[in-house]
């Protein structure tokens, strides 16, 4: 019985894994070929042909910058929603928590005209602003800074910090493997954005990694190209494959983290 | 003083949130009233101004044939997602938390799909997809099934897709069971051990009971995820053929930006957000107090 | 409490840093004509394969080296790659209506109805100009059918095309074909494919999605002697016997005569089955011509579409659009690239790097091309095949009304009946085009 097991879970594993090995095989087989033979000819051919320089550095800018944002903003709002009281609390939980029951991609028609109003239709700004809070992040923080112990904020108090100074010195610090697990959750999600920046974006100077693989993919997307866009494929998930295989420990505990109520 | 202190506290607190509300008003909360507005108006490419028209826009949805498919095709979506990769993530958490050889590795497998983009897992699965080429038609041919066209299919196109979903969804899942199965207490289970309870009575009485509040935070997540992704119909099907794979975001894409009808995308939205509320009214009241995020 | 302030000040400050990388690489809007340029954007889709996208980029570095003036500044031209023809048109339209419209596009020639309010008309433009006059009557008249209405000229021809026959004669010749002879009506076409169509290689590939409506309407114009819609875009006929008949014959081919393979086909695999030698034949656009020519690994043909009460094509592709909310510096600005672009000699070489049909008359006078077309024939098919044209499909709405007719094509694919999924377009068609009566 447990053999049987063993083997299924092997089995199941490999046969979860063949994608990945697919479009790694399709990325390096030479179509000029009978056979295989192992070629990088569509990797230059796929950077050479596009951008990818560019999306990098935008996809960079923008999960870097959305991260730094919802640090700022979600750390401020799980304090207060942890610590403080004030009036109209109950009320504007609420309205935070409506965040967590409605997605943001759900509003890209309402959202996009925002946008225009805004004036800042096809900027790097346009895909990030309206990831700058974090319904969920907040929730998780507010989560970890009440478990902090309140002697520790009377202490600070006695020692003459004020709050800015007690949130950076006693909860910032005790909350660090929360904050990489947002961090890293963040950074993922938004690498992985699509819909919301094709939407809003027109030029390759704006353009994240996603969006430009879908539009080079379209636009060779014919002949014995498949191999090409196989490549184009590999560069938009290498980054986070890396990351993840080298750092899985933090990535698997991170998200075990976030799903823990 | 002590009322100074307490306005003092007021201003701190508003001032801390002031960031964040900014943003969550203009992005969350605003739109969607905006959006309940704008689906009373007539707003379209043939209208030079909106104009009122009650919820005509929601009773042409009604009779919109394409609405309906979405419609019916998110809820199979849902249905045909959900509980599978739930389950499927579960089961998977019960493998890899055997101590065996090579589960490490396995989990490493079961779980990197969660971490590239949908866009790129769209281009990988529509290489397995395609008839002449894929992988999974070269499978059905050895079987001697002959080729299937699976995503020009009305009838195969949404199963399809709702495979590579799970594939993508199933090792997200698999964590959060992962995490609660290492929090059940050890003793418990040895208590049953001595009890002589079999395996499978022992994971029916204990073990499922316990990772309850998994299952149905798993199941709200699964379902939001069932409505707000749809890069892959962007990159595989288009909706098609004849709106076999539309779902109710790709519409609502579709009439903003294709056919610039404002008012039908304000209505069309407004139905999914109700969904929306529908399914978090549920998870509040419907449920153990434990998993709130109060 | 002291440090609120500061963290504020900061936050604001980020706020205003990342504004900034975003606005450094603004393009497009009517700041960068100050000065003494005038640099456009042009927006152009790419529904080929190939590496259009570099000849493209090509043809902006030249212009911009050119030196060309308006108003004593000096014009350069900025292309932004904005996907197919259906998200350029969508990017297009998004970018109206948010106010950052490019100052010139290339968009379906069909497109003209869904967007004629953003656009300019072009003849105050020509009137004045000797020269655009001049491009104007080189065009070949087959292309400017869809340029014109309300007796206003709206769009200038640039990558042009109609649908044409690819065979693969190396197949032919093993099925015991001659090679040199296509099929030239419905039954040989049948006929053939069934010679054609053995071990997994099928006769035929007939696209039905991105633009499989246009390579239906090939069909509908080949049964008979109307067209699918009225010249002024406001009535179409979906549902007469011509366009049911042409619709059964391409559901025939595959659930009768077993020729072509079941389901839709995707309109972007479609080459790519005919590269890889996995189908004999395929209707496509010239677009595709370049494309097939260099990775095709076999010998090949193109030919005339199989006609069937007459021999007949719609004309396709894009032309370009200037649009009305720049000032008018932008547009003459505008108006002078097209006419770069557009002479002879560039329209040839366009032709030669992609397959699609030069558009000026005189372009196929040049040496170039008289030298490409001597060396690879099939490059005048389509041209010659323009006595056959006709208009393409055009009306208002047309984005809901292609899909609406691309959606009857797709059900009657899988199964539904023809004439009922046609009726129902038909129907659902009138209604939208009510307003617009």
């Known amino acids: 019985?447990?053999?049987?097991?063993?083997?299924?879970?092997?089995?199941?594993?490999?046969?979860?894994?063949?994608?990945?090995?697919?479009?790694?095989?399709?990325?390096?087989?030479?179509?000029?070929?009978?056979?295989?033979?192992?070629?990088?000819?569509?990797?230059?051919?796929?950077?050479?042909?596009?951008?990818?320089?560019?999306?990098y550095l935008n996809t960079f800018i923008i999960v870097i910058g959305i991260l730094a944002v919802q640090l700022v903003t979600i750390t401020l709002a799980a304090y207060v929603f942890a610590r403080m009281n004030f009036v109209g609390q109950g009320i504007v939980f609420?309205?935070?928590?409506?965040?967590?029951?409605?997605?943001?991609?759900?509003?890209?028609?309402?959202?996009?005209?925002?946008?225009?109003?805004?004036?800042?239709?096809?900027?790097?700004?346009?895909?990030?602003?309206?990831?700058?809070?974090?319904?969920?992040?907040?929730?998780?923080?507010?989560?970890?800074?009440?478990?902090?112990?309140?002697?520790?904020?009377?202490?600070?108090?006695m020692e003459g910090c004020n709050r800015i100074q007690t949130i950076w010195h006693v909860y910032v610090p005790l909350a660090k493997p929360t904050y990489i697990a947002f961090g890293l959750i963040s950074v993922s999600g938004q690498w992985s954005n699509f819909l919301w920046p094709l939407i809003i974006t027109d030029s390759d100077s704006n353009r994240p990694l996603t969006v430009g693989l879908a539009m080079f993919a379209?636009?060779?997307?014919?002949?014995?190209?498949?191999?090409?866009v196989a490549a184009a494929t590999l560069f938009v998930i290498l980054p986070l494959l890396l990351a993840f295989f080298l750092f899985q420990r933090q990535f698997i505990s991170s998200f075990m983290h976030s799903g823990i109520k | 003083m002590r009322i100074s202190e307490r306005m003092k506290e007021n201003v701190t607190s508003w001032l801390f949130l002031l960031p964040s509300l900014i943003f969550l008003i203009m992005f969350t909360l605003y739109p969607m009233i905006k959006t309940a507005y704008l689906s009373f108006f007539q707003s379209d490419l043939s209208t030079d101004k909106p104009i009122f028209i009650g919820l005509k826009n929601f009773k042409m949805m009604m009779e919109d044939e394409v609405f309906r498919k979405a419609f019916i095709n998110n809820i199979w979506f849902a249905i045909g997602t959900i509980p599978t990769s739930v389950a499927l993530g579960m089961v998977l958490a019960i493998l890899v938390n055997r101590k065996i050889k090579g589960s490490?590795?396995?989990?490493?497998?079961?779980?990197?799909?969660?971490?590239?983009?949908?866009?790129?897992?769209?281009f990988i699965w529509l290489f397995f997809y395609t008839p002449e080429y894929g992988m999974i038609n070269k499978l059905l041919t050895l079987f001697g099934a002959g080729e299937l066209n699976l995503l020009g299919n009305s009838s195969t196109v949404l199963i399809a897709i709702i495979v590579m979903v799970i594939w993508k969804e199933a090792g997200f899942f698999m964590i959060f069971y992962l995490a609660a199965l290492q929090n059940i207490p050890k003793d418990?289970?040895?208590?049953?051990?001595?009890?002589?309870?079999?395996?499978?009575?022992?994971?029916?009485?204990?073990?499922?009971?316990?990772?309850?509040?998994?299952?149905?935070?798993?199941?709200?997540?699964?379902?939001?995820?069932?409505?707000?992704?749809?890069?892959?119909l962007v990159v595989m099907t288009q909706g098609g053929p004849n709106n076999a794979s539309n779902l109710l975001l790709y519409y609502i894409y579709e009439s903003t930006f294709r056919f610039m009808d404002y008012g039908k995308a304000a209505a069309a939205t407004?139905?999914?957000?109700?969904?929306?509320?529908?399914?978090?009214?549920?998870?509040?009241?419907?449920?153990?107090?434990k998993i709130h995020y109060s | 409490?002291?440090?609120?302030?500061?963290?504020?000040?900061?936050?604001?400050?980020?706020?205003?840093?990342?504004?900034?990388?975003?606005?450094?690489?603004?393009?497009?809007?009517?700041?960068?004509?100050?000065?003494?340029?005038?640099?456009?954007?042009?927006?152009?889709?790419?529904?080929?394969?190939?590496?259009?996208?570099?000849?493209?980029?090509?043809?902006?570095?030249?212009?911009?080296?050119?030196?060309?003036?308006?108003?004593?500044?000096?014009?350069?031209?900025?292309?932004?790659?904005?996907?197919?023809?259906?998200?350029?048109?969508?990017?297009?339209?998004?970018?109206?209506?948010?106010?950052?419209?490019?100052?010139?596009?290339?968009?379906?020639?069909?497109?003209?109805?869904?967007?004629?309010?953003?656009?300019?008309?072009?003849?105050?433009?020509?009137?004045?100009d000797s020269e655009a006059q001049e491009m104007m009557e080189d065009f070949f008249p087959g292309f400017m059918l869809n340029s014109q209405a309300e007796g206003k000229t709206w769009s200038i021809p640039f990558q042009r095309s109609t649908v044409l026959l690819y065979y693969n004669k190396d197949m032919f010749e093993e099925a015991g074909l001659d090679p040199e002879k296509a099929p030239t009506n419905w039954d040989e076409v049948i006929e053939y494919g069934k010679q054609l169509t053995k071990d997994g290689k099928w006769g035929i590939e007939l696209p039905a999605t991105i633009s499989g409506y246009w390579i239906y309407q090939a069909l509908a114009l080949q049964n008979g002697d109307g067209n699918l819609m009225s010249d002024d875009g406001k009535d179409v006929y979906f549902n007469t016997e011509e366009a049911k008949g042409a619709l059964q014959y391409w559901i025939d081919l595959s659930k009768k005569h077993k020729i072509m393979p079941d389901g839709v086909l995707d309109w972007n695999t479609v080459p790519t089955d005919f590269i890889e030698g996995k189908t004999a034949m395929m209707l496509s656009t010239t677009g595709n011509l370049t494309n097939v020519k260099n990775n095709a690994n076999f010998e090949f043909g193109v030919a005339f579409l199989p006609g069937k009460e007459r021999l007949a094509t719609p004309t396709g592709g894009g032309n370009f659009y200037i649009f009305k909310d720049i000032p008018e510096e932008r547009q003459l600005a505008a108006m002078e690239f097209i006419k770069w672009i557009a002479q002879p000699e560039r329209a040839a070489e366009w032709s030669i790097d992609t397959g699609y049909i030069a558009t000026r008359q005189s372009s196929y006078e040049t040496p170039e091309l008289k030298e490409y077309t001597e060396s690879f024939p099939q490059a005048l098919t389509a041209m010659e095949q323009l006595e056959h044209a006709h208009k393409e499909i055009s009306v208002y709405e047309q984005g809901k009304i292609i899909k609406i007719l691309q959606d009857a094509i797709q059900a009657a694919i899988n199964g539904d009946d023809v004439s009922e999924a046609l009726d129902k377009a038909q129907e659902q068609a009138e209604e939208l085009l009510k307003p617009y009566q």
């Open chain 2, 188 to 232: 418990l289970i040895e208590a049953s051990h001595i009890d002589g309870a079999s395996k499978w009575i022992q994971f029916r009485k204990i073990v499922f009971p316990l990772l309850m509040p998994t299952t149905i935070f798993s199941f709200v997540i699964a379902t939001t995820n069932a409505f707000k992704t749809i890069d892959q």
């Open chain 3, 1 to 128: 409490m002291k440090k609120t302030p500061i963290v504020l000040a900061l936050l604001l400050l980020f706020s205003m840093l990342l504004s900034a990388c975003g606005g450094t690489d603004n393009k497009g809007d009517s700041s960068n004509s100050s000065g003494d340029t005038i640099n456009l954007t042009w927006y152009y889709p790419v529904n080929v394969g190939g590496e259009v996208t570099k000849v493209i980029d090509g043809y902006a570095e030249a212009f911009n080296k050119e030196g060309i003036e308006v108003n004593g500044k000096k014009v350069t031209v900025e292309p932004v790659y904005s996907g197919n023809y259906d998200e350029s048109m969508t990017k297009v339209q998004t970018a109206v209506k948010n106010g950052k419209a490019p100052d010139m596009a290339v968009l379906l020639s069909v497109d003209l109805f869904q967007i004629k309010d953003s656009i300019i008309a072009l003849d105050d433009m020509i009137n004045n």
């Open chain 1, 218 to 228: 379209k636009a060779s997307d014919s002949g014995a190209q498949w191999g090409v």
């Open chain 2, 104 to 122: 490490a590795l396995a989990r490493t497998f079961f779980f990197y799909p969660v971490v590239i983009p949908m866009v790129s897992a769209a």
């Open chain 1, 1 to 55: 019985m447990n053999r049987v097991i063993n083997l299924s879970t092997h089995v199941l594993a490999i046969l979860w894994a063949l994608p990945l090995f697919g479009i790694i095989y399709m990325a390096f087989k030479d179509t000029k070929v009978e056979g295989f033979s192992v070629t990088i000819h569509n990797f230059i051919e796929a950077w050479n042909s596009a951008p990818f320089a560019q999306y």
């Open chain 1, 94 to 157: 609420l309205l935070y928590l409506v965040q967590i029951m409605i997605p943001i991609e759900l509003l890209i028609f309402p959202n996009s005209s925002t946008i225009a109003q805004l004036g800042i239709y096809d900027t790097k700004l346009a895909i990030m602003i309206p990831y700058f809070i974090s319904a969920f992040g907040i929730f998780l923080l507010r989560q970890t800074f009440k478990g902090i112990p309140y002697e520790l904020e009377e202490a600070a108090k």
């Open chain 2, 270 to 289: 407004i139905v999914v957000l109700v969904i929306m509320v529908v399914i978090a009214a549920i998870q509040f009241f419907g449920t153990d107090r």
